[in-house]
């Protein structure tokens, strides 16, 4: 039987934080952390699909989704930031074993969470998120071209189009067979969020502060091979934001892996949300309902 989704506010380090909740609090948690543009909202269908056996937490970040959006000139708007948010939410809602899902910006926020406290990880679910330099392919050179100089007018320019209205749907809507089963919903919930005042600026800031996460790279892969965590590749193989390279690249470091690509775009869980569900289910069930 499936349980219905929670919609909570807490208060996290001084921000008022919008998450998901759904699940019986007592069966193995998964985390869910999303990318940008989006918000927690991009896990709805999945968290319904889990919620049977498994309980489901998925927040908004600061700046994202129904989370508050403090000023620039009081918040640090980083993925630091952003990893003791989600950490000190699961602090307070007395959450100390978990299993993270991981995509596009949620990654480097679960992987700082994850090297910083291996022993309570359950497993990791790895969507279209980064952790290799081979994953950073033409999508990323204007994102390279900010971060040498952060004044480059005409990188600033490409990086403000990919959260435009038309750049929102490419997102959505690139590598996807038939884009006619996106539903339009997905970029006008975001434009809600990206059209505050400053919320442009906060998003150039994140696009320049990816560099901490780059830098980190080496230090999460000893993690990885460290503690060699149980981990699930469910990957859309036509994305052009983080290709299929990046997913490739974790074979170097994870024995203990099991990969999976789907016919699908950077946000698979649009287009092959069941597929990939089944495909956690049956890895979770193995791998942590077993114990």
């Not at 980083?78 to 899902?101: D, M, V």
């Not at 996106?182 to 800031?205: A, F, K, T, V």
């Amino acid at each position: 039987m499936k349980n219905k989704t929670q919609h909570r506010f807490i208060k996290i380090n001084g921000v008022d934080i919008f998450y998901r909740e759904a699940g019986p609090k007592d069966a193995p948690t998964l985390v869910l952390l999303h990318g940008y543009p989006s918000s927690s909202h991009m896990f709805r269908n999945l968290i319904t699909a889990l919620s049977d056996k498994y309980h489901l937490i998925a927040a908004d970040y600061p700046g994202y989704g129904r989370s508050e959006q403090p000023p620039i000139a009081d918040f640090s708007y980083t993925f630091e930031n952003y990893s003791l948010i989600i950490e000190e939410l699961l602090n307070q809602l007395n959450i100390s074993k978990y299993s993270l899902y991981l995509m596009d910006y949620g990654a480097p926020v679960g992987w700082r969470i994850a090297s910083k406290h291996p022993e309570r990880i359950d497993t990791l679910i790895v969507q279209n998120g980064c952790a290799y330099d081979e994953g950073l392919e033409a999508f990323w050179d204007p994102i390279k071209a900010y971060w040498k100089n952060i004044n480059d007018k005409k990188a600033e320019e490409t990086l403000k189009g990919f959260h435009s209205p038309d750049g929102l749907k490419w997102q959505y809507t690139h590598g996807v067979p038939d884009a006619s089963v996106i539903s339009p919903d997905n970029w006008e919930i975001d434009l809600r969020h990206l059209e505050r005042p400053e919320n442009g600026r906060i998003q150039l800031d994140m696009f320049y502060d990816y560099q901490s996460n780059v830098k980190l790279y080496p230090e999460w892969q000893q993690y990885f091979r460290d503690y060699n965590p149980e981990m699930l590749i469910v990957y859309g193989k036509n994305d052009f934001i983080f290709p299929v390279a990046g997913a490739e690249a974790y074979k170097k470091d994870i024995k203990n892996l099991e990969y999976h690509l789907f016919d699908a775009g950077h946000f698979a869980l649009e287009s092959s949300g069941d597929e990939i569900a089944d495909t956690i289910r049956t890895f979770l069930d193995q791998k942590v309902l077993k114990n």
